[in-house]
């Protein structure tokens, strides 16, 4: 039997589609999609330049590989030019196979961010373009399929996906391959490291065995990285790539056509060395001035103004106008350490829960408009946030670096209280600050959750939704009309963690407020330990037990500093509880560094009263 009637054999027919599809994975070319597309007459300097040529050329692929490197500083337009490329090459060269991988730091997805995305990126495009391959895919991957009526497949890994690759070469199988892949520097360094020196060996065998294929890279100068053979072309040091940010200068930029424009427009290329994003920030501040009856004088006047450098420039824009300064704080340190990227209706709830104008959603109003969201994320971010386009879009900065120098030690923590707003202090962004703030918010919302739920549906607990939960019109009401309550009920004790000493007793005093009897069940009821027995209780428990079980030592401290009654601070009845006592909560849940706080905060005899092993303990955690 032969390998294309093996294929096509009986119940194997289908067996392709179904791995295939295994390779999938939400929002694979996401990133892509939301790349700006190059104006018409820019980027076509690439496609006549010499080691552009050369690396088309299968003549001298022996000397270079099939590699082509671009590099360039953050925000010189990359992406925007391996885009134009990637079309360009799908319309130069229609008899081959072209591929692309973007990587994006910004990511919810790891894999959008991980080698092992794109192997699977890579694959999958592959599978689609040339036929030729699916038998040897389906014979070598058959034994993934675990159960074919449930579609459950054994995870993919990097090796299985590199060896696919290495055979479809080694085999001569494949056809011409062109492979784009942009951005390595938002990938993990060592994870990147791995995936070129395959790439190398890849190119190798490739060379070795006569097919045909070529690789072409994008990033910033670091983390540099070394490859034996290929190209590199340094974007800055190209004089028609400053011929694009002119071109991109003169159809943007508004006013009549004179000798003063012209100057500015000099003046504007001179100020952004390169830096594509620096234009694009800037064209909309100058346009604004033009708008508001201002000529070349004020246009001249407020460039002047415009400091040099993508850092300096993201100081500038922050710090012309106090108007919601601290709305605008908050925004950033949400983008920045949320634990999964926000939605706009949960971005929407933030901003206007921040000015406690909304806690909820209208009865039977629609999702939050689009519109109205980008509106307000305009105006709030001063232009560094967007929302991505697609039908499940997420909130994220316009690019990396705007994420690198609200991060950076020497970002807006080294301008002066003069040139920053008294919001954008020293320790505006420090990790544990943000976490703080986002903690607070995560808790104040959801005890303003809680009181319109116990108005609005004074029963409902825990134990008597349990079984309804699994119905899901109940929750998904609920989830409708209160959109970050999902979100911050789920995460806010990993941001209280996280905040360490930041604010302390006001988080501390908040979160026991939350695990209080009359606020537990409407905030526990909607994260994922309802579905964890350690949670569900005949009688509710402390808030010192749950402080425990959910590892939160400032919190637990709070609570034992408060109160020397410890004979309430867990149930007589200690059957009652899934485990017996704080220090067997805490214990279950690996915090080690709650151990001593709980010994200094009780006496004695409390203490080892709590560390007696019991059965029952041992038995139901695994003690």
């Known amino acids: 039997m032969t390998i294309n009637n093996y294929y096509k054999d009986g119940p194997l027919q289908d067996r392709y589609e179904k791995l295939r599809r295994s390779?999938?994975?939400?929002?694979?070319?996401?990133?892509?999609?939301?790349?700006?597309?190059?104006?018409?007459?820019?980027?076509?300097?690439?496609?006549?330049?010499?080691?552009?040529?050369?690396?088309?050329?299968?003549?001298?692929?022996?000397?270079?590989?099939?590699?082509?490197?671009?590099?360039?500083?953050?925000?010189?337009?990359?992406?925007?030019?391996?885009?134009?490329?990637?079309?360009?090459?799908?319309?130069?060269?229609?008899?081959?196979?072209?591929?692309?991988?973007?990587?994006?730091?910004?990511?919810?997805?790891?894999?959008?961010k991980s080698s092992l995305g794109l192997y699977r990126s890579l694959v999958f495009q592959l599978l689609v373009a040339q036929k030729q391959l699916r038998p040897w895919f389906v014979v070598m991957f058959e034994a993934k399929i675990i159960c074919e009526q449930t579609a459950s497949f054994?995870?993919?890994?990097?090796?299985?996906?590199?060896?696919?690759?290495?055979?479809?070469?080694?085999?001569?199988?494949?056809?011409?391959?062109?492979?784009?892949?942009?951005?390595?520097?938002?990938?993990?360094?060592?994870?990147?490291?791995?995936?070129?020196?395959?790439?190398?060996?890849?190119?190798?065998?490739?060379?070795?065995?006569?097919?045909?294929?070529?690789?072409?890279?994008?990033?910033?100068?670091?983390?540099?990285?070394?490859?034996?053979?290929?190209?590199?072309?340094?974007?800055?040091?190209?004089?028609?790539?400053?011929?694009?940010?002119?071109?991109?200068?003169?159809?943007?930029?508004?006013?009549?056509?004179?000798?003063?424009?012209?100057?500015?427009?000099?003046?504007?290329?001179?100020?952004?060395?390169?830096?594509?994003?620096?234009?694009?920030?800037?064209?909309?501040?100058?346009?604004?001035?033009?708008?508001?009856?201002?000529?070349?004088?004020?246009?001249?006047?407020?460039?002047?103004?415009?400091?040099?450098?993508?850092?300096?420039?993201?100081?500038?824009?922050?710090?012309?106008?106090?108007?919601?300064?601290?709305?605008?704080v908050l925004l950033f340190r949400w983008l920045l350490y949320s634990k999964v990227p926000l939605t706009p209706q949960e971005l929407y709830a933030i901003l206007q829960f921040s000015n406690l104008e909304v806690v909820f959603m209208e009865r039977g109003s629609d999702a939050v408009d689009h519109d109205l969201v980008q509106r307000r994320l305009l105006s709030c971010s001063r232009g560094l946030v967007e929302l991505t386009k697609g039908s499940m879009p997420i909130a994220q900065f316009i690019h990396e670096s705007v994420r690198d120098y609200l991060k950076e030690e020497m970002g807006l923590t080294k301008q002066s209280s003069s040139q920053c707003q008294p919001a954008m202090n020293p320790s505006s962004f420090a990790i544990k600050h943000c976490h703080a703030a986002v903690a607070e918010t995560c808790i104040r919302y959801l005890l303003a959750c809680s009181k319109a739920l116990a108005f609005s549906n004074p029963a409902l607990t825990v134990w008597t939704v349990r079984r309804e939960l699994h119905e899901d019109d109940a929750r998904a009401k609920v989830l409708e009309e209160f959109p970050l309550l999902k979100y911050t009920a789920r995460y806010w004790w990993e941001h209280v963690y996280c905040s360490e000493d930041a604010n302390v007793e006001v988080i501390a005093d908040l979160s026991i407020c939350l695990l209080e009897d009359k606020h537990f069940s409407y905030w526990v009821i909607y994260c994922r330990p309802l579905y964890n027995d350690c949670w569900i209780h005949r009688q509710q428990a402390s808030p010192l037990y749950y402080a425990a079980l959910l590892g939160l030592p400032h919190v637990v401290a709070r609570i034992l500093a408060a109160s020397t009654d410890f004979n309430n601070s867990f149930l007589n009845n200690p059957y009652e509880l899934y485990f017996n006592n704080p220090l067997h909560a805490a214990h279950y849940s690996k915090f080690d560094e709650l151990l001593p706080v709980l010994k200094n905060g009780v006496d004695e005899k409390t203490f080892e009263g709590w560390e007696r092993p019991l059965r029952s303990v041992k038995y139901r955690a695994g003690v």
């Open 23 to 112: 390779l999938l994975y939400a929002r694979m070319g996401a990133r892509e999609r939301n790349i700006t597309t190059a104006l018409p007459d820019t980027c076509n300097w690439l496609f006549k330049h010499t080691k552009f040529n050369g690396w088309t050329d299968w003549c001298h692929v022996a000397s270079h590989h099939g590699f082509l490197w671009i590099k360039g500083k953050p925000g010189s337009g990359k992406s925007t030019i391996m885009k134009a490329a990637l079309a360009w090459a799908q319309k130069a060269f229609p008899s081959e196979t072209t591929v692309s991988y973007f990587f994006n730091a910004r990511a919810p997805e790891q894999l959008e």
């Open 154 to 328: 054994d995870e993919w890994t990097q090796v299985e996906l590199q060896g696919f690759l290495t055979q479809c070469i080694e085999t001569r199988r494949i056809e011409p391959l062109n492979i784009f892949v942009d951005a390595l520097d938002e990938g993990d360094e060592d994870d990147i490291r791995g995936m070129i020196s395959y790439f190398e060996d890849l190119a190798q065998l490739a060379v070795a065995s006569g097919v045909r294929v070529r690789i072409c890279l994008s990033s910033r100068h670091y983390p540099h990285i070394t490859v034996q053979r290929g190209f590199s072309l340094v974007l800055e040091d190209q004089a028609a790539h400053d011929r694009d940010i002119e071109l991109y200068v003169e159809q943007k930029l508004r006013g009549h056509r004179s000798r003063q424009m012209e100057e500015i427009r000099k003046e504007i290329l001179r100020k952004a060395s390169g830096i594509f994003l620096w234009v694009v920030l800037v064209i909309p501040i100058l346009n604004r001035a033009y708008d508001y009856g201002g000529g070349a004088e004020v246009i001249t006047t407020k460039l002047k103004s415009i400091p040099e450098g993508l850092h300096d420039l993201f100081t500038e824009i922050l710090s012309r106008s106090d108007e919601k300064i601290d709305e605008c």
